[in-house]
Each structure stands twice: as structure tokens, then as C-alpha cells.
């Protein structure tokens, strides 16, 4: 443990130096899109034949508008595929930069009969998304309406002549031909990759370059507060390919006196922003002619010492056994049997334990949160205990109610709601290392009415996502060294009308895992760029659910039977089972 935690103090003395020199470019991010996007294919994989509509002779003005639609979605070369669609005027002065939107579906209705040779369309749709500049998906709701005019050229065949500028596509259009990838940044202490989810064109021909791109540009504005990089925007980035050899050379210039810390720092964002993204390495990572970090020559793959720990992947859950609470105790589950925690971690007389959070410190030793609930001469309230194993819990905070405590990463803090509208975050004092309470500042949830009913910190520490009012939020952390930390640019993730959540927590994939009321649709997985959402498996699930956790390969729920975990059977289904050794409804607990 002492070179791990040797390695994370190094990264802790850098902060300043990424603050000061790299975070500059967590403002460069709404630099407008190239109207002269570079023609390039898809990932390292086998490339994939993409459908690109060409005009159909012939055909009625209605199809035509349609297959435009379908061919927007084909970036390359300035939109060439669209712009085959339009009259030569209008393909002259059409700019897809101006917005791209996303829309559930287009409807096309056509204004009044073919007249003078030309044809006017109503074009409508509900707006769901909008593809910043750079890739960044942004949820929307809100209508579509603009209008479209086309008119028969000399050969008889129908053009587009008048149209709003910016590219609108059917979601479908948008995902078959979109693919998600994480460029990864760093939380502020330089110990763990953030993730910021884009969308890349499938049709480009070399991802790295697109990728790295990307990064260089840095985090999409709802990040920026919360997040650095060592890349600096002023760095030029080459990519050249192996010869006859899997794996690429990135060769960068202009990192100036970029210190051996942030080169390591920038070879994990690097590597694990191009391995997640499925481009073939080993890579060679050079600057200014010579290796990026001095003390590695060779090639860097995932598995290399200075970056697996790293792993955006996997968290202390894969490696700390699934723990339970339930009104008596804490209990840990080693080999299909519940055990206490230790001396002091269960209830007597009139006090229940109501939830709990394991975290794991930058030594390895598992720390304990938990809540507990006591009536005491007609009066109920919450009170957070802190502790480990072995010297058992004290209190450390107290109100009527408190959410289920959060650990940000190495136990460096735990997060919990007071009464539903205060935000506190648990801190040992620099003077005597006994937790203080800080209250977060919670001005920048604009919009946000409603108790909050449950919260969780993110894997990196840079993200929360809570429920409040009944509906799914994400903010960023901002952390501040000359006040409280403060919660930022929320943005609320959308569950279908009808399905009210309950509970959720973020897998280590950096996927939120929710819980909700609904026979049809109890468990969901939303990805916090609002994108995607969908449906998990039911089978065996008795709604309502009550808490959820997750590791990188276990789900867990509780609902109203018992605590139940996601399993994968023969044939590839997968159904809900009962955790083996855990009796009665127990919630589950995973290490943060």
C-alpha cells in the first residue's frame, strides 16, 4: 500500500500545477464546428458499410425531403451526401453548422398543392437532444416546426430550394450512425479519470485523431467547473500509424515545461481514452521528439504500471465484498453468509439502522456511514455515524431526516441531505482531523424545487445525481478552496410518463442505475448525458424497489421481497435471484 499511497500524494502536490497550467482549457469548449469536417471512416474495428441516401430519380417531392433527413446524418466532406438533395443555390448558402437536433421522429405535411413548379412542406417533430459542437449530447424538450419549399428542376426531378439552416435528425438516424465514446479529463486532485460522453461520426477513418481532437478542445461546458486536463490547448497532436504492426505513435508538441506528474497524468487520459473507445494499441506516446513520460520508452497499453489504476472500469466494489443493512445491523457477505461488521454496528432497544455507504480509503481500510433512526420520548430523528470495523461508530451529524450517506472517492468525504434541501458533506478538520460538517452550496440548482430524497457522489467526485421531487437530476461538483463546495449546471434525466423513481447509484461505468414504482418498468439504466435510458430485465422483481447498488458486474435491488441481484443464465437471459446468504429485506451496500 505505501508506494499506492506515495503515488496518490505525488498526484495531490500536481493540483496546482493542473490548475494553473491545463485548466485553461476547460474553457475551449463551444468553439464552433468546422464547416469542413475531414473525410475519415470509423474505429479500428472492421469498417462498417454505412447507408448513404443518394437522390432517386423520379421520385415525389415528399420522399425526397425524406431521404435528406436520412442523409444529414453523413457529416463527411461538408455534408456533401445532403447537400446532393438541394438546388445549387441553396446547397451554396445551407450551414449544418448553425445547430444540429435531435427529434423523435419528423413529420412531413405538405402546404397546400404543387404550384409554379414548387412545393411547400410543414416539417414538425418534438426536439429530445441537440449534438453540441463537440459531440457533446445535450437533452432538449421542447417542439420542431419550420417549413421547407421545393421546387422541379429542368430534368424533372424534385430539389430542395429553401430550408432552415443546421442539420435536424430522427433519433434513430442519429444512433445508427453515432456512436457513444468517453474522452476522459481529470478530477481536480489528479487521481481519477472523468469521463465526458461523445458522440463520433461511424464513417470517420481514424478515431484517434477524432478522439484526441476532442480532448484537446476539453470538457463540455456542464463539466468545465468540475474537472481539468493536462492536455494544453496550445499542444499540437500527430497520430501516424504503425507499419505493418498493431498500434499508433501520438506524437505531441508545444507541451512547454509540462512537469513528469501531468506527462503521466496526460498518458493515463490518453490511453484510456483510446482503449475504451475499442482503438487498436500499443501506443507510442512521444513529445517533442523524445518519450512523453522520461522514465517510459516503450510502448503504453492499459496494462501498464503507471496507468491500471486508472481503470475507469472498476472501483473499490469489484474488490471489497458486497455488504447489507437492515434495521439491526450492518453485516458483510463473505461466501453466502451474512457476518456483523464488528463491535458496535448493530441496534438495540428503540434505534434502527434506516441505510449505510462502505468507502474505501487511499490505504485500503474500509470506512463506515451509516444512518439510524430513534424514538426517543415521542421524538424521531436521523443520525449519521461514522467509524470502521474496528472502533465501531460515533456520531458525527444529526437532523430529522438524512438520505443515505455517499462516499466520494477515497473516503476523502461523505455526502448526505439534511431534512431534503440541505446538502452536507462530511470533512476531517485540517486542525483536528475530526469530521466537520460543510453545508454545499446548492445556488446553482436553478430550477430544482422539491425535497431531495436521495443523492450519490459520482466514482471520480465530480458529479452527483439525486432525486428531488419525484424526477432524476445530475450537477457537477465544483470544489472551491476559499468557500464551500458548490453543486452546478444541473441537468434532469427523463423516465417514460408514469414511472416514479425511487432510488438510484452510479455503476462503475459511470451509468446511473435506477429504481423505481411501476409493474411495467421497476429498474432502468440512464447514461447522464441523457441520451440513452432503457429498460433492465423484471424477471422475478416484485415493485416496488426500494434501494439499488451496483459493482461492475452485479446489480443489485431491493425490492419488496428481498434483497435480489441481476444474474445472466443459460442462453443469455437474465433474471432477478435472490442474494445467497442475505435473510429478510436487507438493502445492499457497495463500496464507493
Known amino acids: 500500500m505505501t508506494d499506492r499511497r506515495n503515488t496518490r500524494a505525488a498526484r495531490t502536490r500536481v493540483l496546482a500545477a493542473i490548475c494553473a497550467t491545463a485548466l485553461v482549457a476547460s474553457g475551449c469548449t463551444t ?35 425524406r431521404d435528406f433527413y436520412t442523409a444529414s446524418a453523413h ?5 456533401a451526401a445532403a447537400r446532393e438533395f438541394l438546388t445549387d443555390d441553396a446547397a451554396a448558402t445551407w450551414n449544418p453548422a448553425e445547430s444540429t437536433l435531435i427529434v423523435d421522429g419528423i413529420n412531413v405535411i405538405a402546404d397546400g398543392p404543387v404550384s409554379q413548379g414548387g412545393q411547400t412542406f410543414g416539417t ?48 434513430q438516424n442519429f444512433l445508427d450512425n453515432n456512436s457513444p465514446r468517453n474522452i476522459y479529463f481529470l478530477d481536480p486532485t ?6 465526458d460522453r461523445r458522440w463520433i461520426y461511424r464513417g470517420v477513418a481514424d478515431a484517434s485523431i477524432e478522439l484526441l481532437g476532442k480532448m484537446q478542445n476539453g470538457p463540455r461546458q456542464r ?48 490511453v484510456w481514452t483510446l482503449s475504451s473507445a475499442d482503438v487498436r494499441g500499443p501506443w507510442i506516446l512521444e513529445a517533442d521528439g523524445a518519450p512523453l513520460v522520461e522514465t517510459h520508452e516503450g510502448p503504453w497499453t492499459r496494462d501498464s504500471d503507471e496507468l491500471r489504476y486508472f481503470d475507469p472500469a472498476h472501483g473499490p466494489a469489484d474488490t471489497v465484498p458486497l455488504h447489507t443493512v437492515d434495521a439491526g445491523g450492518l453485516y458483510r457477505i463473505t461466501q453466502g453468509t451474512a457476518e456483523v461488521v464488528g463491535e458496535g454496528w448493530t441496534t438495540s432497544g428503540s ?3 434506516v441505510s ?48 443515505r450517506p455517499s462516499w466520494s472517492p477515497d473516503g476523502a468525504s461523505v455526502w448526505t441531505v439534511a431534512d431534503g434541501d440541505q446538502v452536507i458533506r462530511l470533512v476531517a478538520s485540517s486542525e483536528s482531523g475530526q469530521p466537520r460538517a460543510e453545508e454545499v452550496d446548492m445556488t446553482g440548482l436553478v430550477g430544482i424545487g422539491g425535497a431531495i430524497s436521495e443523492l450519490r457522489v459520482d466514482a471520480s467526485g465530480t458529479q452527483v445525481a439525486f432525486i428531488a421531487d419525484g424526477r432524476i437530476f445530475t ?73 439499488v447498488a451496483a459493482t461492475s458486474s452485479k446489480i443489485y435491488a431491493l425490492d419488496d421481497n428481498a434483497l435480489m441481484e441481476l444474474v445472466t443464465g443459460e442462453g443469455e437471459e437474465q433474471f432477478w435471484r435472490a442474494v445467497t446468504g442475505v435473510g429478510g429485506r436487507a438493502a445492499p451496500v457497495t463500496a464507493e
Not at 459542437?133 to 426531378?157: F, K, L, S
Open 190 to 195: 489528479g487521481n481519477h479519470l472523468v469521463p
Open 475 to 547: 450537477a457537477t461538483i465544483e470544489q472551491t478552496t476559499t468557500g464551500p463546495w458548490r453543486l452546478v449546471n444541473p441537468r434532469a434525466l427523463n423516465l417514460p410518463e408514469g414511472t416514479a423513481p425511487v432510488t438510484l447509484a452510479w455503476a462503475p461505468n459511470s451509468t446511473i442505475i435506477v429504481g423505481a414504482y411501476g409493474e411495467e418498468s421497476p429498474m432502468w439504466r440512464l447514461y447522464p448525458d441523457g441520451s440513452l435510458n432503457y429498460m433492465l430485465p423484471k424477471l422475478n422483481l416484485s415493485p416496488p424497489i426500494a434501494v
Open 75 to 79: 457529416p463527411t466532406d461538408n455534408y
Open 223 to 270: 463539466l468545465a467547473a468540475g474537472v481539468s486536463t493536462a492536455l494544453p490547448p496550445e499542444a499540437g497532436i500527430e497520430v501516424i500509424p504503425h507499419e505493418g504492426t498493431p498500434g499508433k505513435t501520438v506524437r505531441l508538441s508545444g507541451l512547454g515545461n509540462l512537469d513528469q506528474d501531468l506527462r503521466a497524468l496526460l498518458a493515463a487520459q490518453i
Open 356 to 403: 449505510a455507504a462502505v468507502g474505501v480509503d487511499v490505504t485500503g481500510r474500509e470506512l463506515i456511514a451509516a444512518v439510524s433512526r430513534a424514538d426517543r420520548g415521542g421524538e424521531t430523528g436521523s443520525r449519521l455515524l461514522l467509524g470502521d470495523a474496528d472502533t465501531g461508530p460515533r456520531e458525527v451529524f444529526s437532523a430529522d431526516i438524512l438520505t
Open 351 to 353: 434505534e434502527l439502522f
Open 124 to 171: 414538425r417533430g418534438a426536439i429530445v437532444g441537440q449534438l453540441g459542437p463537440n459531440g457533446a449530447y445535450e437533452t432538449h424538450t421542447t417542439a420542431y416546426e419550420d417549413t421547407v419549399r421545393m421546387v422541379r428542376g429542368t430534368d424533372g426531378q424534385w430539389r430542395i430550394a429553401e430550408l432552415p439552416d443546421g442539420v435536424v435528425l430522427e433519433r
Open 31 to 65: 468553439l464552433p464546428r468546422s464547416t469542413t469536417p475531414q473525410a475519415i471512416r470509423t474505429f479500428e474495428a472492421p469498417a462498417q458499410e454505412l447507408d448513404i441516401p443518394e437522390p432517386r430519380p423520379d421520385v415525389a417531392p415528399d420522399l425526397v425531403l
